[in-house]
């Protein structure tokens, strides 16, 4: 079965230093991973996707993750953060199935950023 | 294009109560999901629908009732309210029948509480 846990549920960092956002999969094949943000009072939106075409994936406004089989791990990072970064984060890993597939959500990361 | 909306934003109901979250999207996707997003939880799958006339049971599907009569509508009914129904609920588009690596769209979210 798939999983997908986030390390952590609640991040702080300080404007302009990085960011990381932990998140390690358990999946049985080489798994469909992203990474959604949720600004509050949201929906969802996607940062970034990985496809198996390259382990480093960029997304948008800054932000990249790197896939790394041996770790099973899909960490998010960005180089300098910034107040408008302040939102809810969630690893999503994609099942296989008869339908179509499904999405496994982590438990969500609260990114806090001060100024 | 509007996207993916929800109707209402908000609701309150008592317990025993029935009501149906709307949905909607007009960008001619297949696959529909539904989902609730509980503190610490992430977003769990209630149902889902990959076109026309099919639905299934995603993670947590107890106390919850679907159809998909037309490519653009999926609502979702509560049949009977119960208080552990409180939640926000989003609704998800994603072009094609499958999730592949395509990106999910997501509602603005239905906030639901009920006592």
């Known amino acids: 079965a798939q999983s997908v846990t986030q390390l952590d549920s609640h991040v702080s960092v300080s404007e302009g230093t990085p960011v990381l956002l932990r998140c390690n999969y358990s999946s049985s094949y080489s798994p469909s991973l992203f990474w959604y943000v949720q600004h509050p009072n949201k929906g969802l939106q996607l940062l970034l996707k990985?496809?198996?075409?390259?382990?480093l994936v960029k997304g948008i406004n800054g932000f990249e993750a790197e896939f790394k089989k041996s770790e099973t791990s899909f960490h998010l990072t960005k180089p300098s953060a910034h107040m408008s970064d302040a939102a809810e984060y969630f690893c999503?890993?994609?099942?296989?199935?008869?339908?179509?597939?499904?999405?496994?959500f982590g438990q969500g990361t609260e990114l806090s950023v001060k100024p | 294009n509007a996207g993916v909306t929800q109707t209402p934003k908000f609701q309150v109901l008592k317990t025993g109560q029935s009501m149906t979250l709307q949905c909607a999207q007009d960008m001619n996707h297949e696959y529909m999901s539904w989902y609730r997003q509980d503190p610490g939880m992430g977003l769990r799958l209630i149902h889902y629908?990959?076109?026309?006339?099919?639905?299934d049971q995603g993670e947590v599907p107890n106390g919850y009732n679907v159809s998909r009569s037309t490519t653009e509508d999926f609502p979702l009914r509560l049949l009977s309210a119960a208080p552990s129904q409180t939640s926000v609920y989003f609704c998800a588009s994603t072009l094609g029948q499958g999730l592949g690596y395509n990106e999910q769209f997501f509602g603005p979210g239905t906030r639901l509480t009920v006592l």
């Open positions: 629908s990959v076109g026309a006339g099919i639905t």
């Open positions: 999503v890993v994609r099942t296989l199935g008869n339908q179509g597939g499904k999405l496994i």
């Open positions: 990985y496809t198996s075409a390259a382990t």
